[in-house]
């Protein structure tokens, strides 16, 4: 089970940090992550976090130097910080984790999804 929280409605420039609280099996996934769907759009990844890899952590290139991953195993709990938001980075936000120990930013590599969280960016 992944649950997220924190979405929130911000003013561009703005920062947000989605949590997503994950069953104990799931927590210990390969792979998790965060996609994001913007309405009338495909979901699309934006951040993903390998267990095996040391410092294997992915960004989609539209939010490199903004949003950063994390992972806390004691908590259970993956996270995103997002600074700098963007007027486009409004959209549904979801955690994902996905069983391969080879971790991509595509929405059919994912396994198990979170129900969302919504972030809505004003200009």
């Known amino acids: 089970q992944l649950m997220e929280s924190g979405g929130d409605s911000v003013q561009a420039g703005g920062s947000l940090r989605l949590s997503c609280r994950a069953s104990?099996?799931?927590?210990?996934?390969?792979?998790l992550g965060w996609f994001r769907q913007a309405p009338g759009k495909e979901r699309e990844g934006v951040a993903n976090?390998?267990?095996?890899?040391?410092?294997?952590?992915k960004y989609a290139e539209s939010v490199k130097g903004r949003f950063t991953i994390s992972k806390d195993t004691a908590k259970n709990t993956l996270y995103l910080q997002m600074n700098n938001l963007k007027p486009e980075d409004t959209a549904m936000y979801y955690c994902?984790?996905?069983?391969?120990?080879?971790?991509?930013?595509?929405?059919?590599?994912?396994?198990?999804w979170g129900q969302g969280t919504q972030v809505t960016v004003s200009s």
């Open positions: 994902a984790a996905s069983r391969r120990e080879t971790c991509l930013l595509a929405a059919d590599t994912v396994d198990s």
């Open positions: 976090i390998n267990r095996y890899v040391v410092n294997d952590i």
């Open positions: 104990i099996y799931l927590i210990n996934s390969p792979c």
